[in-house]
């Protein structure tokens, strides 16, 4: 008997716990808001785990267990070029561009989330931390796929590139927003978390 455990659904009750625990043992320490949002971004880290690994099959599958990798830099832009040749503007084509937006939008929010959780944060190390957070979602999606715990998946550089490009962009944005704000009206209360 196969079992599938939703390893993001166990995570999103320990945030939870973590929140009521955080509420009670340090109200006066952090702002609410503050600590709105870093739950927020506790489940949103969840739901990318959730979007990007899936359930946990237990025991492993043999038929899942797959080694895929793609090196290939920007090779998605070949992809477009060769769904246009074979149906033009089609579903395939759309369906392809969709995949690679869904890339770009997936670490979006970690970017605006490193610029307001950690203000002090510069371009290189939140540029750093994207990549090493899109490298993590794509050595685990080829590690578990590898032994059969999740359906097959691969290792795709241009998910690095998309996935930090898009995580850059929130930070980027996030900033720029920030900025504009008057100075007085800071949301960073505290810096301890």
């Not at 702002?31 to 489940?43: G, H, M, N, Y």
């Not at 957070?133 to 050595?139: G, K």
């Not at 080829?142 to 996935?163: W, Y």
């Amino acid at each position: 008997m196969v079992s599938v455990i939703y390893l993001a659904n166990i995570g999103f009750v320990f945030v939870l716990l973590y929140f009521v625990y955080d509420l009670i043992k340090h109200r006066k320490q952090t702002s609410f808001i503050r600590k709105v949002i870093f739950a927020s971004f506790l489940v949103y880290l969840c739901g990318v785990f959730h979007y990007t690994i899936g359930g946990i099959y237990f025991p492993p599958q043999k038929e899942f267990a797959q080694l895929i990798v793609q090196l290939i830099p920007f090779y998605f832009v070949s992809d477009w070029v060769k769904m246009y040749q074979q149906g033009g503007f089609d579903f395939f084509f759309w369906n392809a561009v969709k995949l690679t937006a869904l890339n770009v939008l997936l670490l979006f929010p970690l970017g605006v989330y490193l610029r307001i959780i950690w203000k002090e944060i510069t371009f290189k190390k939140a540029l750093l931390l994207s990549f090493l957070t899109s490298l993590i979602i794509e050595s685990l999606q080829l590690g578990l796929s590898a032994l059969g715990f999740i359906g097959a998946r691969s290792f795709d550089v241009d998910d690095l590139i998309l996935n930090t490009i898009g995580s850059m962009l929130g930070f980027s944005l996030c900033r720029y927003v920030l900025s504009l704000l008057p100075k007085k009206r800071s949301y960073h209360t505290s810096s301890r978390w």
